[in-house]
């Protein structure tokens, strides 16, 4: 009796396996089925991010990220115009996609504003970030030709440089001014001031 026991709790053991093993192939190919039907219905393009993980993952990839960053930046500008008739607007930041030589920085030669806004500009290097606004008369005639500024720029309190204008050929027919752009380096300040007085 305990030999007859020896000899059938084997079989028992591998008949059971046999059935195991075979009882989960059947359903791993109807679960696969399953799957493929669904797959057959998705659109096109998930099917191509489908497969795209599956060629990720057996090449070792390990994740697929796509993110998008947005940048705020909240700054303080204060305008200080000692004049009536002029007016600083149309601020900006941007970034400068060339190196520009400065223009305007020479009070002897004061850059002559115009109606189409003359940009003068501290020296700018490709990838600076740049401070940006328009000087201009607060209506038509408001300078006379015998007009000339000067506008200082300060990040958080230290200068950017000065730049010089004048309106030597007056245009009593239109609104004129210029373009103002500072470097302001490799970053963005917390606040900017804007000076702009004659001399």
Avoid: C
């Amino acid at each position: 009796m305990i030999g007859f026991r020896k000899e059938r709790r084997p079989w028992i053991a591998l008949e059971t396996g046999e059935h195991l093993v075979r009882l989960y192939v059947e359903l791993t190919e109807v679960f696969g089925r399953m799957m493929l039907d669904k797959i057959r219905n998705l659109p096109l393009f998930v099917l191509i991010i489908f497969g795209f993980i599956i060629v990720a993952s057996a090449s070792g990839v390990a994740t697929l990220t796509i993110s998008t960053t947005t940048t705020q930046v909240d700054l303080s500008a204060e305008n200080f115009v000692l004049d009536p008739d002029t007016n600083v607007a149309n601020t900006s930041i941007s970034m400068s996609g060339l190196v520009v030589a400065a223009n305007g920085d020479n009070q002897g030669s004061p850059v002559d504003a115009d109606t189409g806004l003359v940009t003068v500009n501290t020296a700018l290097d490709q990838g600076d970030f740049v401070y940006q606004f328009t000087v201009q008369e607060v209506a038509n005639a408001s300078w006379d030709s015998a007009r000339r500024y000067r506008i200082e720029t300060f990040a958080d309190g230290l200068s950017l440089g000065t730049l010089y204008i004048d309106n030597s050929t007056d245009n009593a027919a239109s609104i004129e001014g210029v373009t103002v752009r500072m470097s302001l380096g490799s970053g963005v300040p917390d606040s900017m001031t804007v000076k702009v007085d004659r001399f």
